[in-house]
Structures are given as C-alpha cells and as structure tokens.
C-alpha cells in the first residue's frame, strides 16, 4: 500500500468529519507536516511567507488597528494553510505513483455515491447530502456532498480527478473502458448539482480546445468525440427546450440571469460590493486583515442582506473578494500577479491537464471559493507542477517508454 494513501484520504474524504465548524485534520497536521517537510527537503519553507506577510502584519498591526487575538488565530491558519500546501507540492515531487492514487480516490468515490444514492430518498439522507435552497422558488433541493461541508466544495474537490481522466478519454490513454469512466467521473458532478463547478469545468474545456484547436483536431479520438458530443447534445438540448422548459437547471440559470438567484449574486458582483463597504472602514490598498470580517464587517453584511441580529454565519464567498477586503489592493494586485508569474514561468499552457486547472481555477475564484480553502490551493500547485508528462502536447510514446 502507498504510504501516503492514508494522508490523502483524509484530505479527500474525512478532512473535517466530526469536527467543529471551520476546522480540519489537514490543520490539526500541521506540526506533523512541517517536520516532514524540513526532513525530505532538508531546509525551511517558512521564510518565503513570512517575508510576504511581514509588510502587511506591520501595516495593518500598527497603522490600520486589528483585533489582535482573532488576526493572531487566522494568521496562525494561514500559515497552516501554507505549510498544507508546500506538504501537497513536496509529494507531487517526491510520490512517483499519484496516478495510481487518483485511480483509487476515483474509484472510491465512485462506491460512496452508489452507497449515497438510496439514502437519498430516506430519512437519514443528511449522512451523505445537503437539503438547501437551490435558487428562488427551489426549496429543500437535496445535493451530494458525502462527507464534506457543503455540496461546491466537494465539487471542486473532484475537479482535478476529473479533468485527469476526461484527458485519459480524450487523447486515448485510458485503461478503463471509457464509457465507465465517463460514468464514474460525471456521476458525482451530476449529484453534487454544483452547477457553478460544473459551469465552468464546460468553460475551460472549452477554451483549451480553442486554445489548442489545430493540435487537438488532427487526433482522431478528438474528432470523433466532437461528432459524437455535438450529435448527442444538440437534438438533446432542443429537446429539453421543447418537453421540458421549466426544469431545474433551465429555473436555476433563468433566475441567474434576471438577477433573482441569491447564491450567484452573493458570490460574484454582491462579494466585491460587500468587499468596498467594508474597507471603506480601514483602508483600501492593505485591508483590514485576517479574522476581521466577522469583527468590522459583520454588521455590513448583515444590513445588506437584511439578516436578524442572531444572524452568525456571515462571509464574503468570492476568494478574490476576500483577499481583497484582508489584504487591500495590493493584496489583490499581488494574488493575480503571482499567477500570472508562474502560468509563464511554468508554461502552464504546454500540458493539457495543468492548462485545463489554471483556467478553471482563474475563472473559479472570480465566482466563488474563499482564502483557506484546501482544495483550491490542491488545484493551483497541480496547475503550477509538472506532475503528469503525459499530458504535454508534445508527448511522444518514446517519454513514456525512458519513464
């Protein structure tokens, strides 16, 4: 057995199982994987992020005014979540079987959603889903989410599974057959109903089948899944708009569009609205700092969506609108700066799967997501990490023979 198996798990499917709120064993590993790191890599990671922190902790420490033991905690998150992260990229480059891993978690997952759906029309469905409003007019909708906290995040979680065996399927690298594969990489997507996730994994396909049309179309396997896709989803689209207008996908995108959806106003445009209200408080190029939306920010976001006073879940869900309320414009300057940098740094756009993630995740975290979320930055160093050779556009069955 892989010994990383165990880790990654965890992370997959028990990360926050049983634990408060906001709280996960990923975090509670912290100390563990940072004596990990200093002994496989021999030197100290820390130094980087401290360096990046250090201006805005003095800033908004000494001129701006924080609540110091809620800035201290979230720091301390912070810096768990960095360490979680150099622990993911130190294993993308020290594990030489992470295919394989993927092919478990695949599997896995595939098994937990057989099991799920029977308890779906049972009372104890909460074990695997999330009853929630959908949109306006959609009440108690019931979403797969298995053992996370919420149905998207899930989602995301299983978007880098699903991009790996999607380009199986595409460039014929498959070992499964693949109309199996297609089931088991599309099933947990259907279930989780994450129709932003789902919205934008057919957006960045899209875009890198432009983006690498002539390549891509000279491949047989391509051509013929073009065929087959457009054949099968244009008469099945007519359809639907024909027999069955008033759907829930059909309402859901209806009331996006005039405006009437809550969760896609609440996390795209209202998130930076709620953003620039809440640094009109302190200051807007360096924020008001980590842990301070619930202290400053609480009654804002409370007046604007007309909460009670007993109201306590408050949160800007869009991660771009939260670095900027945290860290300012500079902070926001900076996060699409650093991604710019390592898209060419690490030509991104020579590997299918890594240009498929970046995209996704680009256009994902104007739309949704939040600044510790895990499965974000799982997302970003796959992205960044030449991981999967197999997947370059110029990969011959020579690379994969000297492998």
Known sequence: MNKYLPFVIIYFFLNSAGLPFGLTYMALLTPFFYWWILVTRKKDVLLPVLLFLFPFVFVQMNFIGVDDRSYLISLLNLLAVYIFCQTVFTFLKKNKHTEKLFKILLITNFVLCLIAIPFYFFSYSEFFWISQELTKGIDHFKRLRLFTYEPSYYATLFVP????????????????????????????????????????????????????????????????????????????????????????????????????????????????????????????????????????????????????????????????????????????????????????????????????????????????????????????????TETFPQFRLNYSLNENLKQ
Request: net charge positive; no cysteine; charged share 10%.
């Open 161 to 384: 599974l699903f991009f790996f065996f999607f380009i199986q399927i595409v460039l014929k690298q498959n070992k499964i057959n693949s109309w199996l594969l297609f089931l088991l990489i599309v099933l947990p997507l259907i279930l989780s109903f994450s129709l932003g996730v789902i919205s934008v994994i057919l957006l960045s396909i899209t875009l890198v089948f432009v983006f690498h049309f002539l390549k891509l179309i000279k491949k047989r396997r391509v051509l013929n899944l073009t065929i087959l896709i457009t054949t099968i989803a244009i008469p099945a689209i007519v359809f639907v708009l024909i027999y069955l207008p008033h759907n829930t996908v059909f309402f859901r995108f209806q009331n996006i569009f005039l405006g009437k959806d809550t969760s896609g106003k609440g996390r795209t445009f209202e998130a930076f609205i709620l953003a620039d209200k809440i640094l009109d408080l302190k200051n807007h190029w360096w924020g008001i700092g980590v842990g301070q939306i619930k202290i400053i920010g609480s009654q804002i976001i409370k007046d604007f969506y007309l909460y009670t006073p007993d109201y306590t879940i408050v949160a800007i869900p869009n991660v771009s609108a939260e670095t900027m309320t945290l860290f300012g414009w500079i902070g926001l300057i900076l996060r699409f700066g650093v991604e710019i940098f390592f898209f060419f740094y690490t030509k991104v756009w020579t590997n299918y799967f890594r240009s498929l993630l970046f995209i996704f995740m680009f256009i994902y975290q104007l739309t949704g997501s939040f600044i510790t979320n895990l499965a974000e930055y799982v997302i970003w160093i796959l992205a960044f």
